[in-house]
């Protein structure tokens, strides 16, 4: 197989004066992020599972206990 | 600490290709489920959660309930996007500083991460399994959409006389 030397993506970024007055934020929740300040990877995985199955009309079983 | 004040740039600081948080004010109401507040740089932030929440119309818990390994969704792995991307960045801080005069939260929940400061990587990771229990009516054990029907009636037979004519 032949290599192929592509050239890479370039990224400049020039950060200026960033001067903030009041952050109101009521809640952050499920893998999420608030950053004041800089960073280089960000990865945030949230699996959410309620299927129709999740509701259970009968009488209450107790879940199975932690082997 | 003054919201505005004028940082010098450390040589000594431990990412030289991050600025300085300074924020003058902050007010935090709760903290819970895996989740981080951080004050200060780091190398990495890796919250992780496994969530199983279970809800009965009456709420009778048993101390020792649930097993993860019951629940296909605690042992799937996320998709990850490739950790190495063939992009080269230059990052220039005309201004060495990120300034915040106050920075208001009520929560921070469920493997979620508040900082104020520098990291490298943030892997965050969370997965919620949700169960709701109800117990069975009658004549509408089999038919549960039933219910909102037969709400109604309830309600338009209770109504007050005064509008019932």
Redesign the interface.
């Given at each position: 197989m032949a290599h192929e030397r592509k050239a890479p993506v370039c990224l400049h970024v020039v950060n200026e004066r960033l001067d903030i007055g009041h952050i109101r934020i009521t809640a952050v929740g499920s893998s999420s992020l608030v950053l004041i300040g800089d960073t280089e990877r960000i990865a945030l995985s949230s699996v959410f599972d309620t299927p129709p199955e999740s509701v259970i009309v009968g009488p209450f079983i107790p879940l199975s206990p932690e082997s | 600490m003054s919201g505005?004040a004028d940082l010098p740039v450390s040589s000594a600081a431990p990412?030289r290709?991050?600025?300085t948080?300074i924020?003058g004010h902050v007010r935090l109401n709760s903290v819970q489920f895996s989740?981080h507040v951080q004050v200060g740089?780091n190398k990495a932030v890796c919250?992780q959660s496994d969530v199983?929440a279970?809800q009965?119309e009456?709420p009778?818990?048993?101390a020792?309930?649930?097993?993860?390994?019951?629940?296909s969704?605690f042992s799937?792995t996320?998709?990850?996007?490739p950790?190495r991307e063939?992009?080269?960045?230059?990052?220039?801080?005309?201004?060495p500083?990120?300034?915040?005069?106050?920075?208001?939260?009520?929560?921070?929940?469920?493997?979620?991460?508040?900082?104020?400061?520098?990291?490298?990587?943030?892997?965050?990771?969370?997965?919620?399994?949700?169960?709701?229990?109800?117990?069975?009516r009658q004549e509408d054990?089999h038919a549960?959409w039933r219910k909102t029907e037969r709400q109604e009636e309830v309600t338009g037979a209770d109504a007050p006389p005064s509008v019932s004519g």
């Amino acid at each position: 197989m032949a290599h192929e030397r592509k050239a890479p993506v370039c990224l400049h970024v020039v950060n200026e004066r960033l001067d903030i007055g009041h952050i109101r934020i009521t809640a952050v929740g499920s893998s999420s992020l608030v950053l004041i300040g800089d960073t280089e990877r960000i990865a945030l995985s949230s699996v959410f599972d309620t299927p129709p199955e999740s509701v259970i009309v009968g009488p209450f079983i107790p879940l199975s206990p932690e082997s | 600490m003054s919201g505005t004040a004028d940082l010098p740039v450390s040589s000594a600081a431990p990412f030289r290709t991050h600025r300085t948080s300074i924020v003058g004010h902050v007010r935090l109401n709760s903290v819970q489920f895996s989740s981080h507040v951080q004050v200060g740089d780091n190398k990495a932030v890796c919250p992780q959660s496994d969530v199983l929440a279970v809800q009965r119309e009456i709420p009778v818990f048993r101390a020792d309930e649930g097993d993860f390994a019951d629940f296909s969704i605690f042992s799937a792995t996320p998709p990850w996007t490739p950790a190495r991307e063939p992009v080269r960045v230059f990052v220039c801080h005309a201004d060495p500083a990120i300034r915040v005069r106050s920075l208001d939260v009520k929560a921070v929940s469920v493997s979620s991460v508040l900082q104020i400061g520098a990291n490298r990587c943030v892997r965050a990771v969370n997965r919620t399994k949700h169960i709701r229990m109800l117990l069975p009516r009658q004549e509408d054990a089999h038919a549960p959409w039933r219910k909102t029907e037969r709400q109604e009636e309830v309600t338009g037979a209770d109504a007050p006389p005064s509008v019932s004519g």
